[in-house]
């Protein structure tokens, strides 16, 4: 496989390896077995239950954490497929771009950085990195999972200057100014794909949005036009997914042609070459971006500020909120292995450790977890 790659894709061979020496895989490339790393972890099966936009008990059908990785793992292998990237290395942070978020999307990730705060902050992205590095526990000679540096690269999507400083090599193209492999940058943008086009599905799903208000908008209201027009008699469903097909086939239509002219012109020879590049190869045209910026302001406008969204999210807030107050002012209520984190966490680095671990227990509650522990700390006729 790796003899059909373009000369800048990411290879076993120009990997910059594990943070713990490893032999390498018998029958597998150095990222499948990341892949594979990363599918079999606990983060990843807890993703199912936790929330994309709608809170998972609200229904069925609607996209979670775990479906949306997945979606965005197709959209990344399709990507890197048609433009001879590394495939197996796009899966592969595809899967793990979401490992680090709280229950209650971003509801939750944003009430989780007020509480920490004064304690160095939280952010999902670099709590995908801790989940990797550190939080896994499974294997008998290193802690996390021990994935190459060009998947952990991947993963961290931004950084700080202060955060990158403390993070090491696997950040340093934050203070750099360099960029990461082709195929995170492409998963980036896959990710975009995925979450614009998807969250419009289930937004007309639930109701919130209608498709007289997405008829405004370019992206959606283009292709819903020519769908009308060639099938007028097709059951509303059926036109909606017709629709969203085509918002998705045309980003990443756009995407490559894009991406392809952009690396004709710069013709880098080599990862390294890419990584010195200004800035990122894998791109949109202006044309599509804009497309891309008026769909996520719509959204934002008519879907996240919806006010049943606003209301799970009120509550969402609630939950996380006091249960970092109650685990952070008593250690006692975590259940062992998290006491103990807290304990030795505390130890090393005083109220910022103890912190850090009612942080790391709570971003791993799945939505109906965290529901069921606020039902157990607050309610008084849930004495177990």
């Known amino acids: 496989m790796n003899d059909a790659l373009r000369p800048c894709a990411a290879r076993d061979a120009t990997s910059r390896g594990r943070r713990y020496p490893e032999p390498p895989p018998r029958y597998r490339s150095q990222f499948q077995r990341d892949r594979d790393r990363i599918i079999h972890s606990a983060a990843f099966r807890r993703l199912e239950y936790k929330t994309q936009v709608f809170v998972n008990h609200e229904g069925d059908l609607f996209r979670t954490r775990l479906t949306h990785s997945i979606e965005v793992a197709q959209i990344a292998r399709s990507i890197a497929r048609a433009m001879r990237l590394n495939e197996d290395l796009a ?41 990797v590095d550190v939080l896994e526990a499974r294997y008998a000679e290193f802690p996390g999972l021990n994935l190459t540096f060009e998947t952990r690269e991947g993963i961290l999507k931004h950084c700080s200057p202060a955060k990158a400083r403390e993070l090491g090599a696997v950040a340093q193209r934050f203070l750099d100014r360099t960029q990461p492999t082709l195929e995170a940058q492409l998963t980036n943008l896959a990710d975009e794909i995925a979450y614009n086009s998807h969250d419009v599905d289930d937004g007309l799903r639930a109701g919130l949005l209608t498709i007289e208000q997405l008829e405004e908008v370019e992206l959606f209201g283009a292709p819903y036009r020519e769908v009308r027009k060639r099938y007028p008699d097709l059951t509303d469903r059926r036109v909606i997914h017709e629709v969203v097909r085509r918002m998705i086939d045309a980003q990443i239509v756009d995407l490559i042609e894009t991406s392809e002219a952009a690396l004709r012109e710069a013709a880098p020879d080599s990862v390294e070459a890419v990584r010195a590049h200004a800035e990122p190869l894998v791109r949109f045209s202006p044309a599509m971006r804009e497309k891309n910026l008026a769909l996520k302001r719509f959204l934002r406008e008519h879907l996240y500020r919806h006010y049943r969204v606003h209301r799970m999210t009120g509550k969402a807030r609630q939950v996380v909120r006091a249960l970092f107050e109650a685990f952070f002012a008593d250690p006692r209520l975590l259940p062992d292995q998290h006491r103990e984190a807290a304990h030795r966490l505390e130890r090393e680095r005083g109220e910022a450790g103890r912190a850090r671990a009612v942080a790391d227990y709570i971003a791993g509650m799945t939505d109906r977890y965290a529901i069921a522990e606020y039902e157990r700390l607050f309610n008084p006729r849930a004495l177990t």
Request: with cysteine.
């Open 91 to 131: 899966e592969a942070i595809a899967l793990a771009h979401d490992l680090g978020h709280t229950p209650f999307g971003h509801a939750g990730q944003d009430v989780l950085d007020e509480c920490m705060r004064p304690y160095g902050g939280f952010e999902h992205n670099l709590q995908s990195l801790r989940v």
